[in-house]
């Protein structure tokens, strides 16, 4: 039973452009989501993560949007570029059980062209 | 400082045998967590260890085993290895402070390939 899912395996954006990269999730104990980019054969990188108590979260180009009712999360990178091509992984832990473990999406491949 | 330090980066073995992964944390990080990532089914959690214990552990058969040192260190065992086992190994490591929420930190992986 996936609990989070990435139901686009990929996305192509133009530079310069949005990119919207949707992760929804099952489980109603997660309460603290994470973005993670990986490029091939490297160890996934922390981009940005968002507790359940907020609705928004801003880092730079990278904004993530939480929607509790729909189970919902979605991370904004604006404006795109080409370094941002990569495999963007969505995750997700209830807190309340005390454990760092991480529940992640199968991932959407980015391709950000000129 | 340091980041999360993963041996050896590649590594092929034969049907059958074992292979021992190590992962050295980030100075500081109390909690490691394993997780195999093939193509298609990406980052499943394999198991967490805290202070030496392990605090969770994922849906992954006997063969797979780990534990952690005093240093926080840690190291994962697969026995009796399978072709399905080729995979990357990632291994993380969290603050996991108890005051607050910290994401985890990835090494650069193990590729093990089994033939």
């Known amino acids: 039973d996936q609990q989070v899912k990435q139901n686009s395996p990929s996305l192509s954006v133009q530079e310069g452009r949005i990119s919207i990269l949707n992760c929804d999730y099952t489980?109603?104990?997660?309460?603290?989501f994470l973005w993670y980019k990986k490029y091939p054969a490297e160890g996934p990188t922390f981009l940005i993560s968002?507790?359940?108590?907020?609705d928004k979260n801003e880092d730079g180009r990278f904004t993530v949007f939480l929607n509790k009712s729909a189970k919902h999360l979605s991370l904004h990178i604006v404006p795109s570029q080409p370094g941002d091509s990569a495999v963007y992984f969505c995750?997700?832990?209830?807190?309340?059980?005390?454990?760092?473990?991480?529940?992640f999406g199968t991932g959407t491949r980015l391709q950000v062209f000129p | 400082k340091a980041g999360v330090t993963q041996t050896p980066r590649y590594l092929i073995k034969t049907r059958g045998q074992q292979v021992t992964l190590s992962c050295s944390p980030i100075?500081?990080?109390?909690?490691v967590s394993w997780y195999q990532q093939t193509p298609g089914q990406g980052l499943q959690f394999l198991f967490e260890?805290?202070?030496?214990?392990?605090?969770n552990k994922g849906n992954f058969p006997g063969r797979f085993s780990g534990r952690q040192f005093s240093n926080s260190r840690s190291e994962m065992n697969v026995s009796t290895l399978e072709l399905g086992d080729s995979a990357l190994y990632l291994c993380?490591?969290?603050?996991?402070?108890?005051?607050?929420?910290?994401?985890?930190?990835f090494g650069q992986g193990t590729r093990l390939t089994v033939v």
């Open positions: 993380a490591s969290s603050l996991s402070n108890g005051q607050g929420l910290t994401e985890a930190f």
């Open positions: 489980n109603s104990m997660f309460d603290y």
């Open positions: 968002i507790s359940s108590i907020k």
């Open positions: 995750a997700a832990t209830p807190l309340a059980y005390n454990t760092d473990k991480l529940i």
């Open positions: 100075s500081g990080h109390r909690s």
């Open positions: 260890y805290f202070s030496e214990t392990q605090r």
